[in-house]
Antibody
Framework: QLQLQESGPGLVKPSETLSLACTVFGDSISSYYWSWIRQPPGKGLEWIGY???????KYNPSLKSRVTISVHPSRNQFSLRLRSVTAADTAVYYC??????????????WGQGTLVTVSS | QSVLTQPPSASGTPGQRVTIYCSGS????????VYWYQHLPGAAPKLLIYRNNQRPSGVPDRFSGSKSGTSASLAISGLRSEDEADYYCASWDDSLSGNVLFGGGTKLTVL
């Protein structure tokens, strides 16, 4: 059974960089697309971006200028960096396995989510 | 504001059938698959429907999806108390070089 686990600091100061990692257990990270999704308190889900180990990457246009998603096949991990954070970036951050080709948006496995609070 | 529009709330009594709608446009629902997610408090979202109307293994057949033009719907029949959750539609959008859109979510209350 595939499992995903997010890790990283739960508190980040304004203007600093949020960094999270997602470790995949139970299967290789290769040959799949992997996404980051977040949910601010009291709000809906927002897709942040995806990555494939081939190097294919796509970001949400609204976050593109501040986001970097990387993949680390040797650790079976992928990661998220979000720069210049503000309180509006406070959210539960999820990592998820994304669908192939025309199935982009088909998130069939999710991590449990990790709350990141932006505050001084 | 989400480009995929869902009603903020829906409700029904146990045993009833409830339908949740998701409205989009030609660049998303009109030309791509629709997915539905169930989100219970404190848990990760769960894929309920993929490719408009397909159920993953383990999802009861009480849940069904459909799509027509630029709109989609999720129907839940034989409503149960454990169905009380937030429901989100999602679809790929071809505009602005492409991205995944989620609806704003519908809070389903089982009365």
């Amino acid at each position: 059974q595939l499992q995903l686990q997010e890790s990283g600091p739960g508190l980040v100061k304004p203007s600093e960089t949020l960094s999270l990692a997602c470790t995949v257990f139970g299967d290789s990270i290769s040959s799949y697309y992997w996404s980051w999704i977040r949910q601010p308190p009291g709000k809906g889900l927002e897709w942040i971006g995806y990555i494939h180990d081939s190097g294919s990457i796509k970001y949400n246009p609204s976050l593109k200028s501040r986001v970097t998603i990387s993949v680390h096949p040797s650790r079976n991990q992928f990661s998220l960096r979000l720069r210049s954070v503000t309180a509006a970036d406070t959210a539960v951050y999820y990592c998820a396995r994304d669908g192939r080709s025309r199935d982009r948006g088909r998130f069939d496995y999710w991590g449990q989510g990790t709350l990141v609070t932006v505050s001084s | 504001q989400s480009v995929l529009t869902q009603p903020p709330s829906a409700s029904g009594t146990p045993g009833q059938r409830v339908t949740i709608y998701c409205s989009g446009s030609s660049s998303n629902i009109g030309s791509n698959y629709v997915y539905w997610y169930q989100h219970l408090p404190g848990a990760a979202p769960k894929l309920l429907i993929y490719r408009n109307n397909q159920r993953p293994s383990g999802v009861p057949d009480r849940f069904s999806g459909s799509k027509s033009g630029t709109s989609a719907s999720l129907a839940i029949s034989g409503l149960r108390s454990e169905d009380e959750a937030d429901y989100y539609c999602a679809s790929w959008d071809d505009s602005l070089s492409g991205n995944v859109l989620f609806g704003g979510g519908t809070k389903l209350t089982v009365l």
